[in-house]
């Protein structure tokens, strides 16, 4: 083939190519913007900055489509205009013609490999901060289209039930803090059972209700952790299977704060190769098994802490110091004991045997006796304290000279350090999860899972991103024999030609990756679905690849 004839394909196939990858690229943007558009509300200048993402992103995804759309036409043109019986008169063979065609879908899926490789992850990871960077906003339009929000808390379903929902505008003393303010608010607290066979439903614990409440969420210091803390207002909090009847307190009431998952989850869709293979070498590394490791740490600081305070309570009191005021809890003559993740303090009928005492500078300001008492410990990493969440119900409160007021529910809210013993908890990796044989089965098993979800996941992400690249190359083949097999310049021909194999490769791709990523939560007998799920992923490219080498064959033969 003469440069000259190389040069008038090439620039067709090129010109066909660049076009269609356009306009592909700004549907497909366009179309993926509706999902958060729709569900999560975004600000104007958001819709730019993801569009801004989206574009490069999804012009990689179109690759395959346009380079096939664009052989398939421009060779077809070819054969329409009696063009290809030329060249063959002149002595010019069909592989020979599918030259410019294999150029440019080698050229492809360089590009391809190298965009899926290292720019597309880092590209789709700032549209989805972009869309999660402002929670209140998903939180008050997920309220107002649905009435109601579900958080994940360290194993715990809470669940945000109101009316409607507004966002509160920053605060600039409080720089990174979001609020957002509910109408007739009712949140509700659920036992962290695991859903199974034997508990198909949650279990709801506690009920929150108030006339209104606004609710702030603040980023922890090092971590992708978020804390939701809500304030109620005219609030009232009743337990679910209620000692004596509805325990409540009108007033203002504190619900939290909690710890909250990054909505910006961990997905190997965000990560370029390099940090792939790392993964792949180095799972414990992964903010998915950190996250688990995580929970299972604090879930021991807060078995721990509750330990300390029932030892020092059996014996004569309680004494926590926060940066500036003391609290003691005696509860002498009272039973004690967990339940559901919260220590809980309780008199016998008519006896008020619970004392709360808070001092300040060495003075009392505050005392309270009561039937019955609640602590919740959520211990803090990052900050290196524990947050301890106090309700005296059935209470008698004293304030300093004043008289004493009953109260239905008296909470307290403070911090405390965190003590050596419970930082030292935080050394525990996964190697000891795994390998001690004191750890509960249900930890081992979590672990594992996330374990295995990790590994298919990088493995079926990596092989997916070559097969796609790969198929660029044997697309543009497919397409080449289509087109001068047709012998069609028509829009609309091409398209319905080149479509199905396309499809064929890019629904094979899919699959395999959802087949390697199924992975059920109990792995009792679990068998992995790994390598049927590679085997799908290469299996379109191996069938466009035999297509491919039948019709240059027949062609050849012609």
Not at 278 to 305: C, I
Request: net charge positive; glycine share 6%.
């Amino acid at each position: 083939m003469g440069l000259t004839l190389f040069k008038y394909i090439f620039r067709d196939l090129l010109r066909v190519f660049l076009l269609t990858s356009g306009a592909l690229a700004g549907i497909m943007s366009f179309g993926g913007l509706l999902k958060p558009l729709t569900q999560n509300g975004l600000a104007l200048g958001q819709v730019g900055e993801i569009l801004g993402y989206f574009l490069p992103a999804m012009t990689t995804y179109s690759l395959p489509i346009a380079a096939l759309f664009a052989t398939t036409l421009v060779y077809g043109r070819l054969g329409a205009d009696n063009e290809t019986i030329a060249c063959r008169a002149a002595g010019i063979s069909h592989l020979a013609l599918a030259l410019p065609a294999f150029v440019l879908g080698v050229t492809v899926a360089l590009i391809s490999l190298l965009l899926l490789g290292f720019v597309v992850p880092a590209l789709m990871l700032q549209a989805e901060k972009v869309v999660f960077s402002n929670v209140a906003r998903i939180v008050a339009t997920t309220i107002n289209r649905t009435h109601q929000v579900q958080f994940d808390s360290a194993g715990d379903r809470v669940t945000v039930f109101a009316r409607d929902a507004s966002m509160v505008p920053e605060d600039p003393s409080r720089p990174g803090e979001q609020a957002v303010e509910l109408n007739s608010p009712t949140i509700v607290t659920f036992d962290p059972t695991p859903r199974n066979a034997l508990a198909p439903v949650r279990k709801p614990r506690d009920f929150w209700m108030a006339d209104r409440a606004t609710a702030f969420i603040s980023p922890a210091d090092d971590s992708d952790e978020l804390l939701l803390t809500a304030v109620l207002e005219g609030g009232t909090k009743f337990p679910r299977n209620a000692a004596g009847g509805m325990q409540g307190g009108v007033g203002l009431t504190q619900f939290g704060p909690i710890p909250l998952p990054s909505l910006v989850r961990e997905n190997t869709k965000f990560m370029d190769i390099t940090r792939l293979l790392h993964l792949l070498r180095h799972p414990e590394e992964s903010k998915r098994v950190k996250q688990v490791l995580r929970d299972f740490v604090r879930a021991e600081q807060m078995s721990y802490f509750y330990r300390q305070v029932l030892d020092e309570l059996s014996g004569s009191e309680c004494l926590l110091n926060s940066a500036t005021e003391s609290y003691t809890i005696r509860a002498a003559g009272a039973t004690l004991r967990t339940e559901s993740g919260v220590m809980i303090a309780e008199s016998p009928a008519g006896k008020y045997f619970i004392q709360f005492v808070q001092d300040r500078n060495g003075t009392t300001v505050l005392k309270v006796e009561a039937r019955r008492l609640r602590l919740t410990a959520l211990p803090d990493t990052a900050r290196r304290q524990v947050y301890v969440s106090i309700e005296l119900q059935d209470a008698r409160v004293k304030a300093g000279n004043d008289e004493v007021i009953p109260r239905a529910v008296f909470p307290r809210a403070f911090t405390v350090p965190m003590s050596p013993d419970l930082i030292e908890l935080e050394k525990r990796d996964a190697a000891y999860y795994l390998g001690n044989a004191r750890v509960l089965p249900e930890q081992q098993r979590t672990l594992r899972r996330s374990l295995v979800v990790l590994s298919n996941g990088i493995l079926s992400e990596t092989h997916a991103r070559a097969s796609f690249s790969v198929s660029c190359l044997i697309l543009v083949l497919v397409g080449c024999a289509l087109g001068m097999m047709f012998r069609s310049g028509n829009f609309l021909s091409a398209f319905a030609v080149s479509v199905v194999p396309a499809l064929i490769c890019i629904a094979l791709i899919v699959t395999g990756q959802n087949t390697c990523e199924n992975v059920p939560r109990d792995l009792t007998k679990f068998q992995d679905s790994k390598d049927l799920g590679l085997a799908l992923i290469w299996s379109g490219n191996v069938a466009v690849t035999i297509i491919a080498a039948v019709l240059l064959g027949r062609l050849q033969r012609q």
